[in-house]
């Protein structure tokens, strides 16, 4: 009785175990997708407003690198992190 009790109790926190590990790994994309997009549409953003001449253009062009470099910093592990995968 107490092995049945046991091996069942194993398989169960197993299972959990795994169904956590795949939503979090779930989430993990999303954020990224989302973040590499946003990088994206920033950048997008900042070379459109930089055409343009003005002073209130290249204030808005400068605010942008604001939320710009975190979002590099943010890309450049990503992409490390997925060639550490790949050779690992």
């Given at each position: ?10 398989t169960?926190?197993?299972s ?27 950048l ?39 060639v ?5």
């Amino acid at each position: 009785m107490i092995s049945t009790v046991t091996v069942s109790t194993i398989t169960t926190i197993t299972s959990i175990t795994s169904i956590t590990s795949i939503a979090a790994m779930g989430i993990g994309a999303g954020i990224t997708i989302f973040a590499v997009l946003l990088l994206i549409g920033l950048l997008t953003t900042k070379e459109l407003v930089g055409a343009s001449d003005g002073s209130r253009q290249s204030l808005i062009s400068r605010c942008l690198n604001i939320s710009i470099i975190p979002l590099v910093v943010s890309f450049a592990v990503i992409v490390a992190l997925k060639v550490f995968e790949i050779l690992g």
